[in-house]
């Protein structure tokens, strides 16, 4: 049973940062990716960022580019997300999630086990 549990997450003014975590367990494939999307109220779940696993490569959506950084710890099987320069726009509930194979989606139907989420509020 994979399960993804995130954390983190808060109330910040805009400038400023936050670093979620996202623990994951039962977790026994071989190949996979590890990914953060976001869905603010009112707006369809977007892709923020994904790693894969194995070789620690990573994609970033363009309006994160620059602000946030994805990474992973192995032997804690946690992947985190650093942000930088927080906006307003970036206010939404952040959602970790797994995808198995070799594949690093960006649309969410590629994505095989989600987490609860955790919110983010930037205030301006």
């Known amino acids: 049973q994979v399960q993804l549990v995130e954390s983190g997450g808060g109330s910040v003014q805009a400038g400023g940062s936050l670093r979620l975590s996202c623990a994951a367990s039962?977790?026994?494939?071989?190949?996979?990716?590890l990914g953060w999307f976001r869905q603010a109220p009112g707006k369809e779940r977007e892709f923020v960022a994904v790693?894969?696993?194995?070789?620690?490569?990573?994609y970033y959506a363009d309006s994160v580019k620059g602000r946030f950084t994805i990474s992973r710890d192995n032997v804690k099987k946690m992947v985190a997300l650093q942000m930088n320069n927080l906006e307003p726009e970036d206010t939404a509930v952040y959602y970790c999630?797994?995808?198995?194979?070799?594949?690093?989606?960006?649309?969410?139907?590629?994505?095989?086990?989600w987490g609860q989420g955790t919110r983010v509020t930037v205030s301006s």
């Open positions: 999630a797994v995808a198995l194979g070799f594949d690093m989606p960006v649309g969410r139907y590629g994505y095989d086990y």
């Open positions: 790693i894969s696993w194995s070789e620690g490569s990573t």
């Open positions: 039962g977790l026994t494939y071989s190949s996979y990716a």
